[in-house]
C-alpha cells in the first residue's frame, strides 16, 4: 500500500462550490504540506503543518482552509473554488531529520473547476 | 531570498545518451540539495539528496549529482538515458538552519527521450 494516500484522485465541479481534499500517511511523519502544481509554475506551496497544533500559511492560501485531524491526516478545503483553482494538488510529508527534510509526496488530486 | 533556477526548461536526448540537467541556487549558507523526478501522471518521487560529506552523491535509477559551492550549482547527470527516463525533473533547496524549514524548488525541466 502507498504511503501517502489522496482522496479524490480526480474532481470536477463548479465555480462556488466547496471541496474536500483528504491526505493520509502512514509513514508515521509528524510534517504535512499541500501544493499545487501548474504548468510552468512548478510547485507552489499553500499550507504546512508540522504537528497537529501547528499549521502555518504557505506562498499562496488565500482561498484555501486546511484541518489537521490527526496526525497521519491532513485536509485541504476550497471554500468556493473558482476556474483559477484548476490545477494538480499534491499532498506531502517529510520527518524530523532536520530543518529541511526529504519530502514525501502522494499521487496527486486533479482538480478542475468549471 | 533563496531561490533556485533550472535554466532549461525542456530538454530532449536520444536513448543511450548522456544528460546533463541543471540547477543553481542562491543561498547564503551550505544549502540542503534534492533532486525529484516525476513521471506523467505521477508523484514525485526523490531521486537523491545532499546534505553533506562527499559533493557527488549517488541515487537510484543510475542517476548522479554533484554539489559546486564555488558555481552555487548541484547539476543532476545520467551516463545513458532510458526511454524511462522522460519525465519532469525538479530540483529543491532545503535550509540547514532557522525555523524557515521548507523546500524552495525549481520550476522543473521537462525531459523528452528520443528512440
Known amino acids: 500500500d502507498a504511503d501517502v494516500t489522496q482522496t479524490p484522485r480526480n474532481r470536477i465541479t463548479k465555480t462556488g462550490k466547496r471541496i474536500m481534499l483528504e491526505c493520509s500517511q502512514t509513514?508515521?511523519?509528524?510534517?504535512m504540506y499541500w501544493y499545487r502544481q501548474d504548468p510552468g509554475l512548478g510547485l507552489r506551496l499553500i499550507y504546512y503543518?508540522?504537528?497537529?497544533?501547528?499549521?502555518n500559511k504557505g506562498e499562496i492560501s488565500d482561498g484555501y482552509s486546511v484541518s489537521r485531524q490527526a496526525q497521519a491526516k491532513f485536509s485541504l478545503s476550497l471554500e468556493s473554488a473558482i476556474p483559477n483553482q484548476t490545477a494538480l494538488y499534491f499532498c506531502?510529508?517529510?520527518?524530523?531529520?532536520?530543518?529541511?527534510?526529504?519530502?514525501?509526496f502522494g499521487p496527486g488530486t486533479r482538480l478542475t473547476v468549471l | 531570498a533563496q531561490s533556485v533556477t533550472q535554466p532549461d526548461i525542456h530538454i530532449t536526448v536520444s536513448e543511450g545518451a548522456s544528460l546533463e540537467l541543471r540547477c543553481n541556487y542562491s543561498?547564503?549558507?551550505?544549502?540542503?540539495l534534492f533532486w525529484y523526478v516525476q513521471s506523467p501522471g505521477q508523484g514525485l518521487q526523490l531521486l537523491l539528496k545532499?546534505?553533506?560529506?562527499d559533493t557527488l552523491v549517488q541515487g537510484i535509477k543510475g542517476f548522479e549529482a554533484e554539489f559546486k559551492r564555488s558555481q552555487s550549482s548541484f547539476n543532476l547527470r545520467k551516463p545513458s538515458v532510458h526511454w524511462s527516463d522522460a519525465a519532469e525533473y525538479f530540483c529543491?533547496?532545503?535550509?540547514?538552519?532557522?525555523?524557515?524549514?521548507?523546500?524552495?524548488w525549481g520550476l522543473g525541466t521537462s525531459l523528452a527521450v528520443n528512440p
Open positions: 506531502a510529508t517529510s520527518g524530523r531529520q532536520g530543518p529541511a527534510d526529504t519530502q514525501y
Open positions: 509513514k508515521g511523519h509528524d510534517r
Open positions: 503543518s508540522f504537528d497537529v497544533k501547528d499549521i
Open positions: 543561498y547564503g549558507a551550505t544549502p540542503y
Open positions: 545532499y546534505f553533506s560529506g
Open positions: 529543491a533547496v532545503g535550509r540547514n538552519a532557522g525555523n524557515n524549514r521548507k523546500l524552495i
